[in-house]
Protein backbone atom coordinates (compact mmCIF):
# COMPACT_ATOMS: atom_id res chain seq x y z
CA UNK A 1 0.00 0.00 0.00
CA UNK A 2 1.48 3.66 -0.88
CA UNK A 3 2.52 5.67 2.10
CA UNK A 4 0.23 7.84 3.68
CA UNK A 5 1.40 10.51 6.24
CA UNK A 6 -1.58 10.33 9.31
CA UNK A 7 -1.98 13.69 11.19
CA UNK A 8 -4.54 13.21 13.37
CA UNK A 9 -6.83 15.78 15.11
CA UNK A 10 -5.97 17.22 18.36
CA UNK A 11 -9.65 17.62 19.02
CA UNK A 12 -11.15 14.47 18.19
CA UNK A 13 -15.46 14.16 18.81
CA UNK A 14 -15.81 13.08 22.51
CA UNK A 15 -17.25 9.23 22.25
CA UNK A 16 -20.51 9.87 24.22
CA UNK A 17 -21.16 12.63 21.21
CA UNK A 18 -20.08 9.99 18.53
CA UNK A 19 -22.32 7.50 19.91
CA UNK A 20 -25.57 10.00 20.04
CA UNK A 21 -24.68 11.38 16.36
CA UNK A 22 -24.32 7.03 15.19
CA UNK A 23 -28.10 7.26 16.71
CA UNK A 24 -29.91 8.33 13.53
CA UNK A 25 -27.17 9.83 10.98
CA UNK A 26 -29.97 10.32 8.39
CA UNK A 27 -27.89 10.57 5.16
CA UNK A 28 -25.20 12.69 4.29
CA UNK A 29 -24.83 15.55 7.44
CA UNK A 30 -22.44 14.20 9.87
CA UNK A 31 -18.80 13.51 9.08
CA UNK A 32 -15.82 11.66 10.75
CA UNK A 33 -13.10 13.76 11.95
CA UNK A 34 -10.52 13.03 9.23
CA UNK A 35 -10.18 13.19 5.51
CA UNK A 36 -7.97 12.21 2.76
CA UNK A 37 -6.19 14.24 0.45
CA UNK A 38 -3.87 13.09 -2.46
CA UNK A 39 -2.13 15.94 -4.96
CA UNK A 40 -1.16 15.71 -8.46
CA UNK A 41 1.07 17.46 -10.63
CA UNK A 42 1.66 16.96 -14.28
CA UNK A 43 5.21 15.42 -14.47
CA UNK A 44 5.54 14.91 -10.84
CA UNK A 45 2.30 12.04 -10.53
CA UNK A 46 0.07 11.52 -7.79
CA UNK A 47 2.08 12.43 -4.40
CA UNK A 48 1.72 13.45 -0.86
CA UNK A 49 -1.16 11.10 0.15
CA UNK A 50 -2.13 11.60 3.88
CA UNK A 51 -5.16 11.77 6.32
CA UNK A 52 -5.51 15.35 7.75
CA UNK A 53 -8.55 16.44 10.59
CA UNK A 54 -11.32 17.13 7.94
CA UNK A 55 -11.73 20.79 7.37
CA UNK A 56 -12.54 23.24 4.58
CA UNK A 57 -9.44 22.98 1.62
CA UNK A 58 -7.81 25.92 0.03
CA UNK A 59 -8.25 26.95 -3.18
CA UNK A 60 -7.75 29.19 -5.48
CA UNK A 61 -10.29 31.27 -7.39
CA UNK A 62 -9.04 31.01 -10.75
CA UNK A 63 -9.01 27.40 -9.74
CA UNK A 64 -10.27 25.37 -12.81
CA UNK A 65 -12.84 23.01 -11.29
CA UNK A 66 -15.10 26.02 -10.22
CA UNK A 67 -15.15 27.48 -13.81
CA UNK A 68 -15.27 24.60 -15.68
CA UNK A 69 -16.67 22.20 -13.72
CA UNK A 70 -13.70 19.00 -13.76
CA UNK A 71 -14.93 17.41 -10.83
CA UNK A 72 -15.37 13.69 -10.30
CA UNK A 73 -16.84 11.65 -7.49
CA UNK A 74 -17.77 8.21 -6.77
CA UNK A 75 -20.15 6.67 -3.20
CA UNK A 76 -19.91 3.43 -1.70
CA UNK A 77 -20.84 2.25 1.71
CA UNK A 78 -18.28 0.30 5.15
CA UNK A 79 -20.19 -1.78 6.61
CA UNK A 80 -20.41 -3.31 9.96
CA UNK A 81 -20.58 -7.01 10.55
CA UNK A 82 -22.14 -8.28 13.95
CA UNK A 83 -18.71 -9.50 14.95
CA UNK A 84 -17.24 -5.80 14.26
CA UNK A 85 -15.44 -6.63 11.48
CA UNK A 86 -15.18 -4.01 9.09
CA UNK A 87 -16.30 -4.99 5.12
CA UNK A 88 -16.56 -3.02 2.15
CA UNK A 89 -18.40 -4.14 -1.02
CA UNK A 90 -16.77 -4.47 -4.60
CA UNK A 91 -14.67 -1.40 -3.94
CA UNK A 92 -12.57 -2.38 -7.16
CA UNK A 93 -15.51 -1.72 -9.52
CA UNK A 94 -15.54 1.98 -7.70
CA UNK A 95 -11.68 2.26 -8.27
CA UNK A 96 -12.50 1.31 -12.18
CA UNK A 97 -15.21 3.60 -12.45
CA UNK A 98 -13.71 6.58 -10.82
CA UNK A 99 -11.10 6.01 -13.11
CA UNK A 100 -13.47 5.69 -16.38
CA UNK A 101 -15.04 9.52 -15.39
CA UNK A 102 -11.65 10.59 -15.18
CA UNK A 103 -11.16 9.46 -18.13
CA UNK A 104 -14.09 10.94 -19.65
CA UNK A 105 -13.40 14.32 -17.84
CA UNK A 106 -9.82 14.24 -19.30
CA UNK A 107 -8.46 14.06 -15.26
CA UNK A 108 -5.61 12.25 -14.01
CA UNK A 109 -6.70 8.67 -13.06
CA UNK A 110 -6.36 7.63 -9.77
CA UNK A 111 -4.09 4.37 -9.60
CA UNK A 112 -6.62 1.46 -7.62
CA UNK A 113 -3.66 0.84 -4.83
CA UNK A 114 -4.12 4.62 -4.14
CA UNK A 115 -7.87 4.61 -3.85
CA UNK A 116 -7.82 1.70 -1.84
CA UNK A 117 -5.20 3.03 0.56
CA UNK A 118 -6.71 6.16 1.01
CA UNK A 119 -9.94 4.22 2.03
CA UNK A 120 -8.38 1.55 4.15
CA UNK A 121 -5.76 4.32 5.73
CA UNK A 122 -8.93 7.02 6.88
CA UNK A 123 -10.85 3.35 8.02
CA UNK A 124 -7.47 3.00 10.31
CA UNK A 125 -8.17 6.21 12.18
CA UNK A 126 -11.82 6.80 12.02
CA UNK A 127 -13.07 3.21 12.59
CA UNK A 128 -15.03 4.11 15.31
CA UNK A 129 -17.51 6.36 12.96
CA UNK A 130 -18.73 2.72 10.93
CA UNK A 131 -21.91 2.20 12.67
CA UNK A 132 -23.80 -1.18 13.05
CA UNK A 133 -27.46 0.03 13.01
CA UNK A 134 -29.59 -2.64 10.50
CA UNK A 135 -30.02 0.09 7.85
CA UNK A 136 -26.38 1.98 8.82
CA UNK A 137 -22.87 2.13 7.14
CA UNK A 138 -19.62 4.57 6.78
CA UNK A 139 -20.75 6.35 3.48
CA UNK A 140 -17.52 6.95 2.02
CA UNK A 141 -16.87 9.86 -0.61
CA UNK A 142 -14.49 9.98 -2.56
CA UNK A 143 -13.77 12.80 -5.27
CA UNK A 144 -11.31 14.68 -7.44
CA UNK A 145 -11.30 18.32 -8.44
CA UNK A 146 -8.99 20.40 -11.19
CA UNK A 147 -7.21 22.64 -9.62
CA UNK A 148 -4.71 24.66 -11.76
CA UNK A 149 -4.73 28.28 -11.66
CA UNK A 150 -5.55 29.36 -15.35
CA UNK A 151 -8.34 30.75 -16.79
CA UNK A 152 -7.91 28.74 -20.26
CA UNK A 153 -10.43 25.97 -20.97
CA UNK A 154 -8.41 22.95 -21.41
CA UNK A 155 -7.23 20.13 -19.27
CA UNK A 156 -5.68 21.31 -16.01
CA UNK A 157 -2.49 19.79 -15.07
CA UNK A 158 -2.68 20.16 -11.37
CA UNK A 159 -5.72 17.53 -9.55
CA UNK A 160 -6.41 17.03 -5.78
CA UNK A 161 -8.04 13.92 -4.40
CA UNK A 162 -10.16 14.09 -1.46
CA UNK A 163 -12.04 11.36 0.19
CA UNK A 164 -14.36 12.15 2.87
CA UNK A 165 -16.66 9.14 5.41
CA UNK A 166 -19.98 10.59 6.45
CA UNK A 167 -22.15 7.94 8.56
CA UNK A 168 -25.16 7.11 7.21
CA UNK A 169 -29.18 5.78 7.46
CA UNK A 170 -31.65 4.96 5.11
CA UNK A 171 -31.34 7.47 1.98
CA UNK A 172 -35.41 8.04 1.63
CA UNK A 173 -37.11 8.61 4.53
CA UNK A 174 -40.30 7.16 3.62
CA UNK A 175 -41.07 2.95 3.14
CA UNK A 176 -41.80 3.94 -0.73
CA UNK A 177 -40.66 6.27 -3.13
CA UNK A 178 -43.12 8.30 -5.17
CA UNK A 179 -41.51 9.48 -8.36
CA UNK A 180 -42.01 12.32 -11.52
CA UNK A 181 -41.24 11.60 -14.81
CA UNK A 182 -39.60 14.48 -16.23
CA UNK A 183 -40.89 15.02 -19.68
CA UNK A 184 -39.43 18.19 -20.39
CA UNK A 185 -35.56 17.74 -19.05
CA UNK A 186 -33.06 15.48 -19.74
CA UNK A 187 -30.49 14.34 -17.81
CA UNK A 188 -27.52 13.00 -20.55
CA UNK A 189 -27.62 12.11 -24.14
CA UNK A 190 -25.61 9.64 -25.90
CA UNK A 191 -22.06 11.17 -26.32
CA UNK A 192 -22.40 13.03 -23.38
CA UNK A 193 -20.77 12.28 -19.70
CA UNK A 194 -24.03 10.29 -18.63
CA UNK A 195 -21.57 7.25 -17.56
CA UNK A 196 -19.02 9.40 -16.21
CA UNK A 197 -20.11 10.47 -12.56
CA UNK A 198 -19.35 13.91 -12.70
CA UNK A 199 -21.01 16.75 -10.74
CA UNK A 200 -22.31 17.98 -13.73
CA UNK A 201 -24.52 15.40 -13.92
CA UNK A 202 -26.04 16.14 -10.73
CA UNK A 203 -26.30 20.25 -11.10
CA UNK A 204 -28.41 19.52 -14.25
CA UNK A 205 -31.15 17.57 -12.49
CA UNK A 206 -31.52 20.22 -9.95
CA UNK A 207 -34.33 21.73 -11.44
CA UNK A 208 -36.03 18.60 -12.51
CA UNK A 209 -35.64 17.24 -9.15
CA UNK A 210 -37.32 20.41 -7.78
CA UNK A 211 -39.67 19.95 -10.24
CA UNK A 212 -40.41 16.70 -8.45
CA UNK A 213 -40.58 18.15 -4.97
CA UNK A 214 -43.02 20.59 -5.93
CA UNK A 215 -45.39 17.93 -7.56
CA UNK A 216 -44.45 16.09 -4.13
CA UNK A 217 -42.35 13.01 -5.39
CA UNK A 218 -38.85 12.26 -3.49
CA UNK A 219 -37.14 11.88 -6.87
CA UNK A 220 -37.23 12.47 -10.60
CA UNK A 221 -37.09 10.10 -13.57
CA UNK A 222 -35.89 10.89 -16.80
CA UNK A 223 -36.26 9.78 -20.37
CA UNK A 224 -33.40 9.17 -23.29
CA UNK A 225 -32.12 12.23 -24.41
CA UNK A 226 -33.08 11.60 -28.02
CA UNK A 227 -37.01 10.57 -28.09
CA UNK A 228 -38.37 11.29 -24.91
CA UNK A 229 -39.28 8.04 -24.67
CA UNK A 230 -37.59 4.94 -22.94
CA UNK A 231 -36.90 5.18 -19.20
CA UNK A 232 -33.06 6.47 -18.32
CA UNK A 233 -32.80 6.20 -14.70
CA UNK A 234 -33.50 8.53 -11.52
CA UNK A 235 -31.41 11.42 -10.36
CA UNK A 236 -29.59 9.29 -8.46
CA UNK A 237 -29.85 5.46 -8.97
CA UNK A 238 -31.04 2.86 -11.22
CA UNK A 239 -34.56 1.62 -11.71
CA UNK A 240 -36.05 -2.06 -12.16
CA UNK A 241 -39.32 -2.82 -12.81
CA UNK A 242 -41.48 -6.62 -12.22
CA UNK A 243 -43.69 -7.88 -14.01
CA UNK A 244 -46.14 -10.01 -13.09
CA UNK A 245 -44.44 -13.48 -14.08
CA UNK A 246 -41.81 -12.25 -11.67
CA UNK A 247 -39.28 -11.25 -14.17
CA UNK A 248 -36.93 -8.21 -13.37
CA UNK A 249 -36.43 -5.67 -16.53
CA UNK A 250 -34.25 -2.46 -15.75
CA UNK A 251 -32.84 -0.62 -19.27
CA UNK A 252 -29.44 -1.48 -20.72
CA UNK A 253 -26.60 0.58 -20.25
CA UNK A 254 -26.35 3.12 -23.67
CA UNK A 255 -23.85 4.84 -22.77
CA UNK A 256 -25.71 7.71 -21.63
CA UNK A 257 -26.76 6.08 -17.44
CA UNK A 258 -24.71 5.40 -14.83
CA UNK A 259 -23.15 1.76 -14.73
CA UNK A 260 -24.44 1.22 -11.54
CA UNK A 261 -22.97 -1.37 -8.87
CA UNK A 262 -25.84 -2.47 -7.51
CA UNK A 263 -27.53 -2.67 -10.86
CA UNK A 264 -24.89 -5.17 -11.78
CA UNK A 265 -24.66 -6.81 -8.44
CA UNK A 266 -28.70 -7.35 -7.96
CA UNK A 267 -28.72 -8.78 -12.16
CA UNK A 268 -26.16 -11.71 -10.77
CA UNK A 269 -28.25 -11.87 -7.30
CA UNK A 270 -31.00 -12.23 -9.05
CA UNK A 271 -30.15 -13.95 -11.52
CA UNK A 272 -28.28 -17.16 -9.04
CA UNK A 273 -31.85 -16.88 -6.99
CA UNK A 274 -33.57 -18.12 -10.42
CA UNK A 275 -35.49 -14.91 -11.00
CA UNK A 276 -35.27 -13.71 -14.86
CA UNK A 277 -33.13 -10.19 -14.57
CA UNK A 278 -33.39 -8.82 -18.18
CA UNK A 279 -31.55 -5.60 -19.37
CA UNK A 280 -34.05 -4.35 -22.52
CA UNK A 281 -35.46 -0.95 -23.31
CA UNK A 282 -38.32 0.13 -21.61
CA UNK A 283 -41.17 2.16 -23.00
CA UNK A 284 -42.40 4.70 -20.26
CA UNK A 285 -45.83 4.67 -21.90
CA UNK A 286 -45.38 0.99 -21.32
CA UNK A 287 -44.99 1.75 -17.19
CA UNK A 288 -48.10 3.65 -17.38
CA UNK A 289 -49.95 0.94 -19.25
CA UNK A 290 -48.46 -1.83 -17.24
CA UNK A 291 -49.20 -0.44 -13.84
CA UNK A 292 -53.34 -0.13 -14.98
CA UNK A 293 -53.15 -3.71 -16.46
CA UNK A 294 -51.65 -5.53 -13.99
CA UNK A 295 -48.52 -6.18 -16.40
CA UNK A 296 -46.16 -4.65 -14.36
CA UNK A 297 -46.53 -5.35 -10.40
CA UNK A 298 -43.19 -2.99 -8.71
CA UNK A 299 -40.48 -1.01 -9.25
CA UNK A 300 -37.97 0.28 -7.53
CA UNK A 301 -34.72 2.18 -7.20
CA UNK A 302 -31.62 0.92 -6.32
CA UNK A 303 -27.80 2.34 -5.74
CA UNK A 304 -25.39 2.68 -2.76
CA UNK A 305 -26.77 5.60 -1.47
CA UNK A 306 -30.17 4.22 -1.89
CA UNK A 307 -29.47 0.27 -1.44
CA UNK A 308 -32.82 -1.48 -3.17
CA UNK A 309 -35.60 1.41 -2.83
CA UNK A 310 -39.21 0.60 -3.60
CA UNK A 311 -41.48 2.67 -5.84
CA UNK A 312 -44.92 3.19 -4.76
CA UNK A 313 -45.55 5.38 -7.75
CA UNK A 314 -44.85 7.27 -10.86
CA UNK A 315 -46.61 11.01 -12.10
CA UNK A 316 -45.70 12.93 -15.59
CA UNK A 317 -47.28 15.99 -16.22
CA UNK A 318 -50.51 14.59 -18.44
CA UNK A 319 -52.09 13.82 -14.74
CA UNK A 320 -51.54 10.02 -14.89
CA UNK A 321 -50.28 8.12 -12.12
CA UNK A 322 -48.59 4.52 -12.37
CA UNK A 323 -49.41 3.13 -8.87
CA UNK A 324 -48.36 0.01 -7.39
CA UNK A 325 -50.89 -1.85 -5.31
CA UNK A 326 -51.76 0.76 -2.26
CA UNK A 327 -48.59 3.48 -3.50
CA UNK A 328 -47.07 2.35 -0.03
CA UNK A 329 -46.12 -0.77 0.40
CA UNK A 330 -43.03 -2.19 -0.80
CA UNK A 331 -43.44 -5.31 -2.98
CA UNK A 332 -42.12 -9.20 -2.35
CA UNK A 333 -39.39 -8.90 -5.42
CA UNK A 334 -37.99 -5.80 -4.31
CA UNK A 335 -37.82 -7.07 -0.65
CA UNK A 336 -35.90 -10.45 -1.53
CA UNK A 337 -33.73 -8.59 -3.34
CA UNK A 338 -32.45 -6.17 -0.70
CA UNK A 339 -32.46 -8.52 1.84
CA UNK A 340 -30.20 -11.07 -0.46
CA UNK A 341 -27.66 -7.62 -1.11
CA UNK A 342 -27.98 -6.12 2.46
CA UNK A 343 -26.99 -9.93 3.55
CA UNK A 344 -23.78 -10.08 1.11
CA UNK A 345 -22.82 -6.17 2.25
CA UNK A 346 -23.26 -7.25 5.54
CA UNK A 347 -21.25 -10.50 5.69
CA UNK A 348 -24.52 -12.75 6.81
CA UNK A 349 -24.67 -14.35 3.43
CA UNK A 350 -22.27 -16.44 1.19
CA UNK A 351 -20.39 -14.11 -0.82
CA UNK A 352 -20.45 -16.13 -3.74
CA UNK A 353 -19.53 -14.00 -6.24
CA UNK A 354 -16.33 -12.54 -4.00
CA UNK A 355 -17.62 -8.97 -3.83
CA UNK A 356 -16.80 -8.67 -0.43
CA UNK A 357 -13.27 -7.17 0.98
CA UNK A 358 -12.50 -7.28 4.15
CA UNK A 359 -10.63 -4.35 6.05
CA UNK A 360 -8.09 -5.53 8.24
CA UNK A 361 -6.87 -2.31 9.59
N1 LIG B 1 -27.36 6.41 -11.23
C1 LIG B 1 -26.96 7.57 -10.69
C2 LIG B 1 -27.23 8.82 -11.44
C3 LIG B 1 -26.30 7.58 -9.45
O1 LIG B 1 -25.90 8.72 -8.90
C4 LIG B 1 -26.08 6.35 -8.79
C5 LIG B 1 -25.40 6.33 -7.49
O2 LIG B 1 -24.24 6.18 -7.38
C6 LIG B 1 -26.51 5.18 -9.39
C7 LIG B 1 -27.15 5.24 -10.62
C8 LIG B 1 -26.27 3.84 -8.76
O3 LIG B 1 -24.92 3.49 -8.82
P1 LIG B 1 -24.27 2.56 -7.71
O4 LIG B 1 -25.14 1.40 -7.60
O5 LIG B 1 -22.93 2.24 -8.27
O6 LIG B 1 -24.21 3.37 -6.48
C1 LIG C 1 -24.68 7.08 -4.39
O1 LIG C 1 -25.60 6.28 -4.27
O2 LIG C 1 -23.54 6.82 -3.98
C2 LIG C 1 -24.87 8.37 -5.04
O3 LIG C 1 -23.91 8.99 -5.43
C3 LIG C 1 -26.21 8.91 -5.22
C4 LIG C 1 -26.55 10.11 -4.43
C5 LIG C 1 -28.04 10.15 -4.35
C6 LIG C 1 -25.97 10.22 -3.07
Not at 266 to 288: H, N, Q, S, Y
Request: hydrophobic share 40%.
Amino acid sequence: MADFHIEKTSTPTPADQREALLKDPKFGRVFTDHMVVIRYVEGQGWHDAKVVPRGPLSIDPASTVLHYGQEIFEGLKAYRGKNGDITLFRPGANAARFAASARRLAMAELPEDLFMGAIENLLKVDRDWVPQGSDQSLYLRPFMISNEVFLGVKRANEYLFVLLASPVGAYFSSGCVSVWVSDEYTRAAIGGTGEAKCGGNYASSLVPQQEAAEKGCDQVLFLDARERRYVDEMGGMNVMFVHKDGSVVTPPLSGAILRGITRDSLLKLGRKMGLTMREEPIAIDDVFAGAASGEIVEAFACGTAAVVSPIGSFHRASGDEARFGDGKTAGPVALRLREALSNVQRGEAEDSFHWVHHVTV
